[in-house]
């Protein structure tokens, strides 16, 4: 596989499904309205989906890793059940002030670090000069920033926080979108125009 492959990049908490906090119970993980279709159309183009998401439940002792595993199973199956998937899904457990010690780590991992959107590069022959990272936080347009995406943040989750200043830090995406939907009609017509 050449580095020559387009790819979309999604955070997963505010982005495809809703944001609802550190989430204990699978049934609680729901999917954002529009979520599955917007990935559809990306799927129906040939266009490869993947998540990239910080996971610091088990690094702050909410849950097992195993949990976030069954989260991002279900988040599979939420959107299989729509007729639309995700290519690979790339998590980081950890936290520097985490308090289960295997966890608790600087890494390279954590966004804005950016090693999940470098791993997926070297695992699916991506050039990521040619990729998108879409999310709802500072850390998504950030990491997408480092490694030379163009970078969308969705109103949805923190990101309206952003915003208006409440959180995080100040960024300056390629592109802001009220919602996922909104943002994959901005990418496919951002893709035609960069040829």
């Known amino acids: ?16 499904n809703v944001e609802a906090g550190y989430i204990r119970d699978l049934a609680q993980l729901q999917l954002m309205p529009g979520a ?16 990239a998401t910080n996971q610091s439940g088990p690094a702050r002792g909410y849950y097992p890793e195993s949990h976030v595993l069954d989260l991002n199973r279900r988040l ?3 959107l299989a059940a729509e007729d639309a998937r995700v290519d690979d ?16 780590q600087a890494c390279d991992c954590r966004k804005p670090e950016p090693g999940m959107l470098l791993e ?20 998504d347009v950030e990491v997408g920033q480092r490694v030379g995406c163009r970078t969308v943040l969705l109103k949805s ?8 200043g409440e959180y995080m830090w100040p960024c300056t995406p ?4 009220d919602t996922l939907v909104e943002a994959v009609t901005w990418m496919l017509d951002d893709m035609k125009a960069r040829g």
Request: aromatic share 8%.
């Open 157 to 164: 989750g923190y990101g309206e926080a952003i915003l208006k």
């Open 76 to 78: 599979t199956e939420l």
């Open 89 to 104: 899904v790339f998590y980081c457990p950890h936290l520097p002030e985490g308090t289960v010690a295997a966890y608790t």
């Open 120 to 139: 997926a590069a070297r695992k699916h022959g991506l050039d990521l000069a040619g990729c998108y990272m879409v999310g709802d936080k500072s850390t």
């Open 174 to 177: 390629d592109h802001v979108a």
């Open 36 to 51: 599955a279709a917007a990935v559809k159309r990306l799927n129906d183009q040939g266009i490869p989906v993947f998540v």
């Open 1 to 16: 596989m050449g580095q020559h492959k387009t790819a979309v990049f999604l955070d997963r908490d505010g982005t495809i």
